[in-house]
Nanobody, 116 residues
Framework: QVQLVESGGGLVQPGGSLRLSCGTSGISFTMRSMGWYRQAPGNQRELVAIITSGGSATYADSVKGRFTISRDNAQNRVNLQMNSLKPEDTAVYYC??????????WGQGTQVTVSS
């Protein structure tokens, strides 16, 4: 059974940093892409950042220059370094993985709250 498990969420003050990490289990192949989405109350789930197995990364305009995505292909692990956090970054962050056979996997989500 494939599982994605996120860690690293929490409460941070505006301007602070957090690092999210997502590990996988039940997967013996490299994912085509891995990334992070987020969903704030009353909003739709939106892309934050995604990275291919070749290392090509795409970011939402709202996080460019502040967030950095990285991955370890051998371990199918993806990380999101979040700096200069703003209150509007508050959301549940979900790990996402897409296989070469076009199967999509989701983690259970981790809460990130940016507040003073």
């Amino acid at each position: 059974q494939v599982q994605l498990v996120e860690s690293g969420g929490g409460l941070v003050q505006p301007g602070g940093s957090l690092r999210l990490s997502c590990g996988t289990s039940g997967i013996s192949f490299t994912m085509r892409s891995m990334g992070w989405y987020r969903q704030a109350p009353g909003n739709q789930r939106e892309l934050v950042a995604i990275i291919t197995s070749g290392g090509s990364a795409t970011y939402a305009d709202s996080v460019k220059g502040r967030f950095t995505i990285s991955r370890d292909n051998a371990q199918n692990r993806v990380n999101l370094q979040m700096n200069s956090l703003k209150p509007e970054d508050t959301a549940v962050y979900y790990c996402n993985a897409n296989s070469y056979s076009r199967t999509t996997y989701w983690g259970q989500g981790t809460q990130v709250t940016v507040s003073s």
